[in-house]
C-alpha cells in the first residue's frame, strides 16, 4: 500500500525510471548514470542442443555469460541477441530518463577512463555521455577538477498558470514496524463480527496509544486522534483519555515522560537466534536505559521475568541497566527494581 501525496513545490519525488514513465517534472536529477550498456544481472536463457550428447534434452538453461560466444552456434546466437536487447533496454530507460524534465536535466556521472580492450557495446553512461562532450567540444580535461560539470542551455522557470492548491503540513506522522501494530487487523474483525462494545479491547486500545507518546508534548495530538477514532464509542474514549492524562500526571507517572528524555518506543531486539522481543518504552540516559512496560489486571510474576529478560539482552548490547518498571494501568500503580 502506498499513499500519494499531493505535489507540492518545495518537494522532491524520489521514484525509479520504470515509475517516472508517462510523467513530467519542472526539474529532474538522475543520479548514478553509469551503468554498464550491456549489463544484467546473472542472465539466462534456454538454448538449443544436440538431443544425442545431452540425453535426450533438446534445450538446456544456461549462463548467458561473455564466454558464451564461444560456444555453439547457436549458444552465440543467444547470446547476442540477448546483448542486444540488453543495450535497447538500457537506451530506453535513458530516453524515458532524461525526457521527463520540462525546466532542467541534471545527470550525474562518473568520469571513468576507456580501457584500451574496452568495446562498444560494454561502455558506460558516463563514458557516452563522455564522447557527446568531446564531440560537442565541451570536454576540455586541462580545465577539470575533481568534480565537474557542464552545461547546455540556461536554467530558467517557466511561467505557469496553474492555480496553487493550498497544502496543510502534517504535523505528526507515526511510522511503525511490522509487527508493532498487529492489533489493527483483529480489531476490525472483532467489530465486524460481534459488535462495537463487546469487541473492544480497552488494554490494547491504551496500549496502542501510550506507544504513540514520546513525551507529554505529544499527548494533545494523541487525544484528538482518540476523539476521531470513529471504531471507539463515546464511553471508551472518554476513559481511555482519562487514563492518559492520569498516568502522564504529575501525580503518577510524569517523570518518564519530560521532553528532554532520549526515548525508543516499542523498538525491536533482536537475539542471535532470530527471535525479536519489543519492549514497550525504553528511556536512554548516558548509556543507562530504564525498561518500562505496561500491563493491565493483576500483576503476575512472569511480567517481572518478561523485563528482566529484556534486561539481559539490554545487557549484552552494553547498555547498563538503571531500573525496571512495571507499570499497572488499572491500578496506575507501578513496580521497580534494578
Not at 522481543?277 to 493491565?296: A, E, S
Amino acid at each position: 500500500m502506498s499513499v500519494p501525496a499531493t505535489p507540492d513545490p518545495q518537494a522532491v519525488q524520489i521514484m525509479t525510471i520504470h515509475k517516472s514513465k508517462g510523467l513530467e517534472f519542472p526539474v529532474v536529477i538522475v543520479p548514478y548514470s553509469d551503468t554498464q550498456a550491456d549489463f544484467s544481472i546473472k542472465p539466462t536463457d534456454w538454448v538449443s542442443v544436440s538431443p544425442t550428447a545431452y540425453e535426450g534434452f533438446e534445450h538446456l538453461y544456461m549462463s548467458l555469460a561473455s564466454e558464451a560466444k564461444f560456444y555453439p552456434i547457436h549458444a552465440q546466437e543467444v547470446y547476442t541477441t540477448h546483448l542486444h536487447k540488453t543495450q535497447m533496454d538500457h537506451i530506453n530507460g535513458l530516453y524515458v530518463a532524461f525526457t521527463r524534465a520540462v525546466e532542467q536535466l541534471y545527470v550525474c556521472s562518473i568520469d571513468k577512463p576507456e580501457s584500451k580492450t574496452q568495446k562498444e557495446s560494454s561502455l558506460r553512461h558516463g563514458q557516452l555521455l563522455k564522447r557527446f562532450l568531446e564531440r560537442d567540444t565541451a570536454w576540455n580535461k586541462e580545465e577539470m577538477d575533481l568534480v565537474t560539470s557542464f552545461q547546455k542551455g540556461t536554467p530558467i522557470q517557466l511561467a505557469t498558470s496553474k492555480s496553487s492548491t493550498p497544502t496543510l503540513p502534517l504535523g505528526n506522522y507515526q511510522v511503525y514496524s511490522t509487527g508493532s501494530r498487529t492489533d489493527f487487523s483483529t480489531r476490525r474483525g472483532m467489530l465486524w463480527a460481534s459488535g462495537v462494545q463487546e469487541a473492544i479491547n480497552k488494554g490494547n486500545l491504551l496500549h496502542d496509544y501510550m506507544s504513540q507518546i514520546e513525551s507529554i508534548e505529544d499527548l494533545p495530538a494523541v487525544v484528538l486522534k482518540i476523539q476521531n477514532d470513529d471504531y471507539i464509542s463515546s464511553q471508551v474514549k472518554s476513559e481511555l483519555i482519562e487514563t492518559l492524562n492520569l498516568l502522564i500526571s504529575p501525580q503518577y507517572f510524569e517523570k518518564y515522560f519530560k521532553p528532554d528524555l532520549n526515548i525508543l518506543n516499542e523498538r525491536g531486539i533482536l537475539t542471535p537466534e532470530g527471535k525479536k522481543f519489543i519492549p514497550d518504552r525504553l528511556i536512554i540516559d548516558n548509556g543507562q536505559v530504564t525498561i518500562i512496560d505496561y500491563k493491565t489486571g493483576a500483576q503476575l510474576e512472569k511480567h517481572r521475568d518478561q523485563l528482566d529478560y529484556y534486561a539481559a539482552l539490554l545487557l549484552q548490547m552494553d547498555y547498563k541497566i538503571k531500573e525496571k518498571v512495571l507499570i499497572y494501568t488499572d491500578e496506575l500503580k507501578e513496580l521497580v527494581w534494578n
